[in-house]
């Protein structure tokens, strides 16, 4: 099915450990987004995507790195993990002539 | 900084209409209006948008001011699963903006 599929949906790990969150988009979107989402608060964007190639930093970029190398997939890299990146992460993705389109979400938990 | 503002949260009897304002005093004119909801931890799900006439499809309804500073999103008939935090967000259509923010949206709670 066409969407935005985002892998791992939950990951627990330990403080200082790194790992990369991956987006998958098969519609063609050239726009690519990572959020966060804390308990009770709204969607923070971290980095953003305008095309292959190219990133750029949202509202709260520190602490986490990204990478599009190709047009389909947006991954997002914590190198140093920290509780303070206990979160739910969310991906989408947009081209110019649609509304975004949003993954499920992972789940991240770091002890 | 989210170019729109929203109440934090709202009320809304079952089986009546649900009235969600939002803000977007600063919208250029080639920005279009989006709403999607949130229920619980789920991604958002989109739900309508409009540049400046008045839309509606099986889910909503939108209606935006004359002057475009604000719309309403109507949900015609709110049921329980209708509970969610609603976002109200102001993006250009076919154009090159980059960054795409979101306030902290609307509460709404159905209540039998």
């Known amino acids: 099915n066409a969407g935005v599929t985002q892998t791992p949906k939950f990951r627990v790990l330990k403080t200082g450990q790194s790992m990369t969150l991956l987006c998958a988009q098969d519609?063609?979107?050239?726009?690519m987004y990572w959020y966060r989402q804390d308990p009770g608060m709204g969607l923070r964007l971290i980095h953003y995507?305008?095309?292959?190639?190219?990133?750029a930093k949202g509202e709260v970029p520190d602490g986490y790195n990204v990478s599009r190398l190709k047009k389909q997939n947006f991954l997002l890299g914590l190198e140093s993990a920290a509780p303070s990146q206990t979160s739910v992460y969310f991906c989408?993705?947009?081209?110019?002539?649609?509304?975004?389109?949003f993954g499920s979400g992972t789940r991240l938990t770091v002890v | 900084d989210a170019k729109t503002t929203q109440p934090p949260s709202m009320d809304c009897a079952e089986g009546r209409a649900a009235n969600l304002p939002c803000n977007h005093s600063?919208?250029?004119?080639?920005?279009?209006v989006y709403w999607y909801r949130q229920i619980h931890s789920q991604g958002p799900q989109y739900i309508i948008h409009?540049?400046?006439n008045n839309e509606t499809n099986e889910m909503a309804s939108l209606i935006i001011t004359e002057d475009r500073k604000s719309s309403t999103l109507i949900l015609p008939h709110a049921t329980l699963r209708d509970t969610a935090v609603y976002y109200c967000?102001?993006?250009?259509?076919?154009?090159?903006?980059?960054?795409?923010?979101f306030g902290k949206g609307t509460k709404l709670s159905v209540k039998p």
């Open positions: 989408a993705s947009l081209t110019t002539d649609s509304p975004p389109t």
């Open positions: 519609m063609n979107h050239e726009y």
């Open positions: 995507s305008v095309g292959e190639g190219t990133t």
């Open positions: 600063t919208i250029s004119g080639n920005e279009y």
């Open positions: 409009g540049l400046k």
């Open positions: 967000i102001v993006r250009a259509f076919g154009g090159s903006q980059g960054n795409l923010i």
